[in-house]
Structure formats: C-alpha cells, structure tokens
C-alpha cells in the first residue's frame, strides 16, 4: 500500500510539472521573471547578475520562501541540486546541517547578512536556530569559497539575508499556530522607512513536547535591522538578533524490547528515548554594521564590524556504574566562544569590463569551556573542582581579485587569499573562473580553486581526561573543488535548466579516533589527527520554472559519489546518499487559495561502527516524504495556513548511535526521523 501511494504522488508530482512546461508553450506573451539576470552577492563580493558569476548559483527570494511548504531553513533548502539537509531525529533541539556535494557540514560556511553563522567551537552552522519567518532571501554559491570567505568554505558558501525595511511601504505581520505534540508558534514582523531611516523587527517564539520523550523545545528569537539610506553615496546596516532556545537530550530510539531504566526512583531511559534526563541550551547574540558607499561609478567601498556570542550547555548522566562513576553521576559543560572582527573590500572599475576587487578581514576568537560534575542525585558535586580550559586564536587575511570581460560572450575571474593563522600558520588560496555566454541566455561556467578549513578549538584544545585529549598540532585541511556548469534560460527566461558536473578532495583530514601514542586507564584516548583524505565527484541538475507570478514548479536531481581514506581503511563515505531528488510546485488561485507540494527522495546511507571497518555495518534505508500546504487568504489581510509534513508518514532514520544501558553495554540505536505532522496558523498582514 505504501509503495502504491508512493507511485501515485510521485506520477501526480511529475504530471504536474510535466504540464506546466506544455502550458508554458501557450503563455509566451506572460511577464516573465529573468532567473538569469538574478543579483548575487556572495559570489563575488560585488552585485553581478547569476549569469556573470563562475559558479553554480541558488537563489531563493522571499516570495519562494513564502511559496514553499517549508517550515525551516533546511526544509526549504533540502535535496536542491547539490544540497544534503541533515538532522539528529526528529525532537525539537535537534541539530540542523547542510552539507553540499558530499562534504561535511563543517567545509559549508554559512552565513547571516555575511557574517559567519557556524560555531568556532565545532565548525559547524545549526540552521535551525534561524527562524525562516526572519529572512527575505538565500544565496548558495556552490564551489570552493576559501578565496573570499575563508575557513570551512570548501564546498560552499551560504548567505542568509534577513528583512530589510522597503521604501515608501510599511510592512506589519503577525501569526499564531499550534500543531501536532503540542506545538505552537508566534510571530510578529513590523518595518517601514521615515525620512532616509528605515527599520525592521521581527520577534517569535516555538515551543513542543516533541514526538519522543524528553523531546521538548522552547525557542525565543528577535532581530533588527536599522538603515540609513542614502541612495549611493552611503548605505549604513546595522543588524543584531538573539536566538535562545532550551531543549531535552532523548539521543537516539533504543533496541526493541528495551524497557525502562531508574536510578534513585527516576527514569533514565525507555523504549522511546535512551535519556530521559540529558537536556541542553544555546544562547546567540550576533551584530554587525556594515557601512557602504559607491561615491562614483568606478569605486564602491564596504566596511563591516561584527560581533558574535555562543553560549552552549550541556547535561548529561550516566545510566549505570563503570569507567570510574557510579549510576546517577553526570557531569554539566558550559561552551563559550566569542568572535570579534572586521571585513571590508573596494571594488574599482576603471574601464568597462574590468573590475578590481581588494580586500581583507580580521577576527579573534575567545574560546572557554568549564565542566562540573553532579553526584548520584543530579545535584552540583563541590567535592569536585569546576574544571575549566581557555584559548584565544585570531586570524588575518588579505585577498585580491581580477574580473574581466573582454566580450559580452566571455568573462575571466581570478584571485587569490592569503590567511594567517594564529596556530598553523599562513595558506595561500587561489581562485580561477571563466563563463562563457553564447547568447543572451545561456551561460557556461567553470570554477577552480583550492578551499582549506582550519582545525576549531575543541580540536586543538579540547583538556584532556581519562577518555580525550585535544592536539595543539594539527594542520588545516586543504584541497581542490573544480566544477563546471551550464545554466540555459528558456521561454524568455521563464524556464531555467542548469546542471553541473564537479570534482573535489580534501587533504590532511581531521579525524577523531582512539590514538595509541596516548593511552588511557580505559583504552587509547581520543584524539583528533591528520590522517584522512576524501575524494568526490558527482553531477546535479534543476529545472525550475516560473512563467507567471500565480504558479510555479521545480525538479532537481543529484548524484553524488565519495570515498575516505582513513588510516586503516578506504571505503565510500558515512551516511552519504549517492542519489537524492525533489519535485515541487505551487500554485495561486484567483480567489486568494495558494496550494504548495513538496516531494523528496533520499537513497540509502551507510555507516561504519569504527575506523577499522570497510564494508559499512549499518545501512540507512532509502525514503519518500511528501510536504503539502495550504494557505487562503481573506479580506486581503487576514491569512490562514495548513501544512502537513511527512503526509505519507515514512519511517526513516537519520544517523546511527549509542547508549550506555544499565548493564555497563554500550548498544546501538537510531535517530528517527519526523513521522506525519500538521500544523494551522492564523496571521494578519497590513
């Protein structure tokens, strides 16, 4: 039966689109929106058009935002061409990731308003703390981004730009919902220009039990833009927001037939979760202002102070008595880290085709950490000292940048960064791009540059114990990511088909593992080290169309192949699906119904329980989910919205884990993902 209803929403999905290319043929004279002439940013630095920019490219406005069935950032952006959305299960503070192209969430730099969203401490973006209802537009630039953003951009680079205030508009929004496991949502937007001073808050909170015990969530979020607007000669941005969310731990579902486990008359875990009592928060502050100007036609200037504050904790206890503790005993870890910096370039264009990029940053990270231990009742232990460990690591680097073109059918791009960092040193990372435009639509692009990402301080400092240690010399990650794309405007740019073949591979990659060179009372300890490598390649596809403002629909497809060579092994990479898909569409009826659908296919994904291991030991399954919403509007303000994920309600897992029973084993278990949900809201626009 489910392979049935799979069959039949995958055919409509398909003979959806299908139809909309063949109505496309009797619409030419419709307004079309020119995909190809889309501004990007975070390509260059600078304002081009999607067709002048190397790399492959994915924007995504605010209308598809609000067109979309997603409900967070890695929904919307999950299985794009290139794009791998991951998440520890299906509770409520589960970690959020993208990877690109087969490579981690620690290579993909993401960004708010420019700024670095990925934490120091782990190298790695949560984009579930970004409420969707903040942002106004996304940009991804596939290919290595190590040039222009430095550290962990080595499959790309993804901006989130949040609202911004609208000239001669005001906007004012708010909405209310609730949902499956008593989930609710608030939200309240508000923006408008006075004069050449325009303003836009925005303000929400979450809150769910979750579908598993120990599950819950509770999330509060704001954030500002203030702008002064002076047409060209300045443009002054200054944002800041605050995340703050508190969340239970469950871990991953136990073996069947697990049964419920207490210590001191308390539930420590169950069938459901393999923790009952392991909970956590996280707490963001990020400000920056950026100051631009273009005061002629061949000079434009940026400059942007940012501040950034992580605070983590984390509590955990153990569920039985060995390795040195007793049942019941925990331990509490506070992370903090703090980045100062600035970044600033000029662009001069002295001639027409030729533009000069020139730029550089600065940042200094204050990384501290501090773990106190509980006794058998949960309760803060004094006989045991708060341990505590601190690092200050800063980085500075000067780039440069030639963009020419010569011909409207040619454009040459080439540069290079030089960084240097406090502990490993100086990188130098060049950068080499070519499009070709044959005609006004098309565009062929090549992309090649080296991408590094520097060792975080938990890798290099992490205080060592009876079980890890970290390692002060460790050298950065490095390597190639080479890509070449074809992107064709249809239909008077109606229709946009792109597709993309590219070749990547890491050096010296980072890998915990036991090491022997460090023995502990209870084993090797484990220890971060250079050994690894990785090697990918793999092509993608789209095909997204919008002919008229009342309907659009796109298809992608990935294929992606890698393989790690570790220090005892070669074999395909963890949890990489080597086949992903989407078919989505909306469309805008003439009496205010908007109607959106989403389906994704994931292949399967291995997992290896050790380094020793080739062959993988666990296999996650393929699965289809299926995302529908609808969304009337009445009145012309009031706005009512359904939304149903996982309509099919598909089993899936997402990673592999373990847990410690009471027995001293440690057993295997899963992260499952989100089963079948549904959620209204009521909002008011002005």
Same mark, same amino acid.
């Given at each position: 039966?489910?392979?049935?209803i799979?069959?039949?929403?995958?055919?409509?999905c398909?003979?959806?689109?299908?139809?909309?290319?063949?109505?496309?043929?009797?619409e030419?004279?419709?307004q079309?929106?020119?995909?190809?002439?889309?501004?990007?940013v975070?390509?260059t630095?600078?304002?081009?058009?999607?067709?002048?920019?190397? @790399?492959?490219?994915?924007?995504i406005?605010?209308?598809a935002?609000?067109?979309?069935?997603?409900?967070?950032?890695?929904?919307?952006?999950?299985?794009e061409?290139?794009?791998?959305?991951?998440?520890?299960?299906?509770?409520?503070?589960?970690?959020?990731?993208?990877?690109?192209?087969?490579m981690?969430?620690?290579?993909v730099?993401?960004?708010?308003?420019?700024v670095?969203?990925n934490?120091?401490?782990?190298?790695?973006?949560?984009?579930?703390?970004?409420p969707?209802?903040?942002?106004?537009?996304i940009?991804?630039?596939?290919?290595?981004?190590?040039?222009?953003h430095?550290?962990g951009?080595?499959?790309?680079a993804?901006?989130?730009?949040?609202?911004?205030?609208?000239?001669?508009?005001?906007?004012?929004?708010?909405?209310?919902g609730?949902?499956?496991?008593?989930?609710?949502?608030?939200?309240?937007?508000?923006?408008?220009?006075?004069?050449?001073?325009?303003?836009?808050?925005?303000?929400?909170?979450q809150?769910?039990?979750?579908?598993?015990?120990?599950?819950?969530?509770?999330?509060?979020?704001?954030?500002?833009?203030?702008?002064?607007d002076?047409?060209?000669?300045?443009?002054?941005?200054?944002?800041?927001?605050?995340?703050?969310?508190e969340?239970?731990?469950?871990?991953?579902?136990?073996?069947?037939?697990?049964?419920?486990?207490?210590?001191?008359?308390v539930?420590?875990?169950?069938?459901?979760?393999?923790s009952?009592?392991d909970?956590?928060?996280?707490?963001?502050y990020?400000?920056?202002?950026?100051i631009?100007?273009?005061?002629t036609?061949?000079l434009?200037?940026?400059?942007?102070?940012?501040?950034?504050?992580?605070? @983590?904790y984390?509590?955990?206890?153990?569920?039985?008595?060995?390795?040195?503790?007793?049942a019941?005993e925990?331990?509490?870890?506070?992370?903090?880290?703090?980045v100062?910096?600035?970044?600033?370039?000029?662009?001069?264009?002295?001639?027409?085709?030729?533009?000069?990029l020139?730029g550089?940053?600065?940042?200094?990270?204050?990384?501290?950490?501090?773990?106190?231990?509980?006794?058998?009742?949960?309760?803060? @232990?004094?006989?045991i000292?708060?341990?505590?460990?601190?690092?200050?690591?800063?980085?500075?680097?000067?780039f440069?940048e030639?963009?020419?073109?010569p011909?409207?059918?040619?454009?040459?791009?080439?540069g290079?960064?030089?960084?240097?960092?406090?502990?490993?040193?100086?990188e130098?990372?060049?950068?080499?791009?070519?499009?070709?435009?044959?005609?006004?639509?098309?565009?062929?692009?090549?992309?090649h540059?080296?991408?590094f990402?520097?060792?975080?301080?938990?890798?290099?400092?992490?205080?060592?114990?009876?079980?890890?240690r970290?390692?002060?010399?460790?050298?950065?990650?490095t390597?190639?990511?080479?890509?070449?794309?074809?992107?064709?405007?249809?239909?008077?740019?109606?229709?946009?088909?792109?597709?993309?073949?590219?070749?990547?591979?890491?050096d010296?990659?980072?890998?915990?593992?036991?090491?022997?060179?460090?023995?502990?009372?209870?084993?090797d300890?484990?220890?971060?080290?250079?050994?690894n490598?990785?090697?990918?390649?793999?092509?993608?596809?789209?095909?997204?169309?919008q002919?008229?403002?009342?309907?659009?629909?796109?298809i992608s497809y990935?294929?992606?192949?890698a393989?790690?060579?570790?220090?005892?092994?070669?074999r395909?990479?963890?949890?990489?699906? @080597?086949?992903r898909?989407?078919?989505g569409?909306?469309?805008?009826f003439?009496?205010?119904?908007?109607?959106?659908?989403?389906?994704?296919?994931?292949?399967?994904?291995?997992?290896?329980?050790?380094?020793?291991?080739?062959?993988?030991?666990?296999?996650?399954?393929?699965?289809i989910?299926?995302?529908?919403?609808?969304?009337?509007?009445?009145?012309g303000?009031?706005?009512?919205?359904?939304?149903?994920?996982n309509?099919i309600?598909?089993?899936?897992?997402?990673?592999?884990?373990?847990f410690?029973?009471?027995?001293?084993?440690?057993?295997y278990g899963r992260?499952?993902?989100?089963?079948?949900?549904?959620?209204?809201?009521?909002?008011?626009?002005y």
């Open positions: 039966m489910k392979l049935a799979r069959t039949l929403l995958l055919t409509g398909i003979i959806y689109c299908g139809a909309a290319v063949a109505v496309q043929a009797d030419q004279k419709a079309a929106t020119a995909m190809l002439d889309e501004i990007v975070t390509a630095k600078t304002e081009e058009t999607r067709k002048d920019v190397p @790399n492959a490219v994915i924007v406005d605010q209308a935002i609000e067109a979309s069935t997603a409900d967070t950032v890695g929904e919307l952006l999950a299985n061409p290139g794009v791998d959305f991951r998440t520890r299960g299906d509770y409520g503070g589960a970690a959020q990731s993208l990877n690109i192209r087969g981690s969430d620690t290579e730099q993401v960004m708010v308003n420019g670095s969203a934490s120091p401490s782990l190298g790695s973006a949560d984009i579930g703390t970004i969707l209802s903040s942002i106004e537009r940009e991804i630039v596939k290919g290595s981004g190590s040039m222009l430095g550290s951009a080595m499959a790309g993804v901006n989130i730009i949040t609202k911004r205030p609208k000239r001669d508009r005001m906007d004012a929004k708010a909405s209310a609730y949902g499956t496991d008593n989930t609710y949502q608030l939200a309240a937007e508000h923006g408008q220009y006075i004069g050449d001073f325009g303003y836009y808050l925005t303000a929400g909170q809150e769910t039990d979750g579908r598993r015990d120990n599950g819950d969530m509770e999330q509060q979020d704001a954030s500002l833009a203030l702008v002064l002076r047409d060209d000669l300045l443009n002054v941005t200054l944002n800041g927001s605050v995340v703050d969310r969340f239970g731990v469950p871990g991953v579902k136990p073996p069947a037939g697990t049964g419920t486990h207490y210590v001191g008359g539930a420590f875990y169950n069938a459901d979760s393999a009952l009592v909970n956590g928060s996280d707490t963001t990020q400000a920056s202002l950026e631009k100007s273009r005061p036609d061949w434009a200037v940026n400059l942007k102070p940012f501040y950034s504050d992580l605070e @983590n984390h509590s955990t206890r153990y569920n039985d008595t060995s390795w040195g503790h007793l019941g925990g331990y509490k870890t506070w992370v903090y880290n703090t100062k910096g600035i970044d600033g370039h000029v662009a001069l264009d002295p001639v027409d085709g030729l533009t000069l020139l550089g940053d600065y940042k200094d990270y204050e990384w501290e950490t501090e773990q106190s231990f509980l006794d058998v009742s949960g309760a803060f @232990n004094p006989a000292p708060v341990a505590t460990n601190d690092a200050k690591l800063f980085t500075k680097s000067c440069g030639v963009q020419y073109r011909s409207q059918y040619v454009k040459l791009l080439a290079v960064r030089e960084e240097n960092h406090s502990t490993f040193g100086r130098t990372l060049p950068r080499y791009g070519l499009v070709f435009n044959p005609t006004g639509s098309t565009a062929v692009k090549f992309s540059g080296k991408h990402k520097a060792p975080t301080p938990n890798d290099l400092f992490w205080p060592e114990d009876d079980f890890t970290g390692n002060p010399t460790l050298k950065p990650q390597g190639w990511h080479t890509d070449v794309t074809i992107e064709q405007g249809l239909c008077q740019n109606a229709l946009l088909v792109t597709a993309s073949a590219f070749t990547w591979d890491i010296d990659k980072i890998d915990w593992a036991p090491n022997p060179a460090f023995p502990g009372p209870y084993g300890k484990w220890t971060p080290t250079n050994v490598s990785s090697r990918g390649h793999g092509w993608e596809a789209g095909l997204r169309i002919p008229e403002e009342h309907w659009a629909a796109d990935t294929y992606t192949s393989t790690d060579t570790l220090q005892f092994v070669e395909t990479a963890q949890y990489l699906a @080597n086949h898909a989407k078919i569409g909306s469309y805008r003439g009496f205010g119904l908007t109607t959106a659908l989403t389906c994704r296919y994931v292949g399967t994904r291995d997992f290896y329980r050790s380094s020793y291991d080739s062959l993988p030991t666990d296999r996650l399954d393929s699965y989910t299926v995302d529908l919403k609808a969304e009337q509007r009445l009145a303000h009031w706005i009512l919205t359904l939304r149903a994920d309509l309600d598909e089993e899936y897992d997402t990673y592999v884990g373990t410690t029973d009471s027995a001293g084993a440690m057993q992260f499952p993902g989100g089963g079948s949900s549904y959620f209204a809201s009521v909002g008011y626009e």
